[in-house]
Every structure is written in structure tokens, then in C-alpha cells.
């Protein structure tokens, strides 16, 4: 089997909630939740994997890995795929056409080999993001599990719990991934810069994050860094020393049943800690 489980909590009686089921997409597999519709947080979980180039092996390893969950893609009122992309560019509604998507996207970089292209609608900017996604795994989720709805990182970055929270202050959230960190900023005016950025070791993170703050005029005493994904304990000691007021991420609150959740590290999935 291609896959393995390798963190799992879960609630007894899933079937008396209705429920979203949000999965997002890592390099070496996937973690997932089970929201109830009042944001009881029922399920989370990791997965390793490897994504076969295969588009009927991977969509029956998916099917396979659902049930062995116990988590029948029937079972939900909604079901949503967030994936990773370094290709995405967002596009003013007034501006946006549909069907032209690529052409959008190819004007701000070189799409890859075996890379589709998609969109999603941000209500809150208004703007449509279009960004590019591995074609054969999209679509072997979208055969495992009939309906599911696809976004990306980028739009997981906006949300209105941090436009509230920037209101009185600035705030920068950095979101880890191996080797790439997404950024979101917000002034107290609104929402500024969402964009990703490749780096190699920890300094160039810091100096990737200095750059930001100062390009947008954000080096300001109260302003406040916000760090979710795989943040270790040596890249938060270091950006501790350069920031005044950094803290985790943990996405929208949410409650729960299972007393279990207490030691779950909400940071590290914060971005489908909601629908």
C-alpha cells in the first residue's frame, strides 16, 4: 500500500453530525479534518503518501484510504481539497473571464509539464485565484470523491477571523512548507500581499520576512507575526529574537469532544481548520 497513517483522532458517533471533510495536500502526503457544521473539530489526521502517476492507482488508493478512515465521501455535506502551488496569481472579479485561465496564468510564469490550471472566488477580495496543480492527482481525488471542491494555500491565507484581528494592528502570517513559506500580510486598513517565497535555510526565511515587512511598511511595535505549517522550534526561536509579538496560528476556533484534541498541534493544520 502506498500509504500510511501516521497521526489519527477521531469522535465516536461521526454519524450524528453533519460534517465538511478538508483535505490538504503536503509533498510526502496529506493531513485532513472533519469540521462539524457548528465547528466541533470530530477527525484530524496525517497521512505519508506517494502520489503514483497513475491515474487509476492513485484514485482506488484514495478510495482505499477513505475507508480504511471510515470517512465515505457520502458521509459529508461538503468536502474540500486544499493543494500546494508555487504558480498562482489573483485576478480582480471585474477583470476576470472564465475559460481564461491559463492565459492568466502563463503571463505571470512558465506553467509546468503534467500542471493543470484552476480557479477559486474569494469573496472577500473579490478577486478570483488562479493558480496551477498537479493534473493527475486533482483529478483522482475528484473521482474518489464525487463533488469535491479544489482551492489552494493562497486562498486558505484570507480569511475574515484575520481581517477582523488586523483591524487594530497589523499582522503577517507565514505559512511552512518544505523549503517555501506562504505569506499573507494585512494592515489595518485591510488585506496587502499574499504571495510565496523559496528558501534555504533559516536566515534566508528571516530575511525573506524582514523584506516583506519592510517593502509593505509594516516594522511597527505592534505589529504581529503569526506562524502555522511545519514550524520547528529553531525557526521560531529565531524569528522570536527579531519580532517583538510572534505567535502560532491555529485557524478559526474551534471546540471539541474528544479530549484527545488537547495535544493536537492545531498550528500545524490551521489553514483547513475551517471550511
Given at each position: ?27 510526502n502526503g496529506l493531513s485532513f479534518s472533519v ?241
Amino acid at each position: 500500500m502506498a500509504y500510511n497513517i501516521t497521526s489519527l483522532i477521531t469522535t465516536k458517533e461521526l454519524a450524528l453530525y453533519e460534517k465538511h471533510l478538508s483535505i490538504c495536500l503536503r509533498t510526502n502526503g496529506l493531513s485532513f479534518s472533519v469540521l462539524s457544521q457548528k465547528g466541533t473539530l470530530l477527525t484530524a489526521g496525517d497521512v505519508e503518501m506517494t502520489f503514483s502517476s497513475n491515474f487509476s492507482q492513485l484514485s482506488n488508493e484514495i478510495k482505499s484510504l477513505l475507508e480504511e478512515l471510515h470517512l465515505s465521501p457520502f458521509d459529508f455535506t461538503s468536502t474540500t481539497l486544499v493543494v500546494p502551488t508555487e504558480q498562482a496569481v489573483w485576478i480582480p472579479e471585474s477583470l476576470y473571464t472564465e475559460g481564461s485561465e491559463r492565459q492568466y496564468l502563463s503571463v505571470m510564469t512558465d506553467i509546468k509539464m503534467g500542471k493543470g490550471v484552476y480557479s477559486d472566488y474569494h469573496p472577500l477580495l473579490k478577486s478570483y485565484v488562479v493558480f496551477s496543480a498537479d493534473t493527475t492527482i486533482v483529478t483522482s481525488f475528484k473521482v474518489a470523491i464525487p463533488n469535491i471542491y479544489i482551492t489552494c494555500i493562497h486562498a486558505k491565507m484570507v480569511n475574515e477571523v484575520l481581517m477582523q484581528r488586523a483591524q487594530s494592528h497589523p499582522i503577517v502570517v507565514l505559512n511552512l512548507r518544505e523549503n517555501i513559506v506562504d505569506v499573507a500580510a494585512y494592515g489595518t486598513d485591510g488585506f496587502l500581499l499574499e504571495n510565496s517565497y523559496e528558501f534555504k535555510d533559516n536566515n534566508e526565511l528571516l530575511y525573506t520576512a524582514l523584506n516583506v515587512m519592510k517593502q509593505l511598511n509594516l516594522e511597527t511595535p505592534d505589529m504581529e507575526l503569526l506562524l502555522c505549517g511545519a514550524v520547528d522550534r529553531d525557526i521560531y526561536a529565531g524569528l522570536v529574537n527579531y519580532f517583538p509579538n510572534v505567535d502560532l496560528y491555529t485557524g478559526y476556533p474551534v471546540n471539541y469532544v474528544n479530549p484527545e484534541f488537547q495535544q493536537y498541534p492545531t498550528y500545524r493544520n490551521a489553514l483547513i481548520l475551517n471550511y
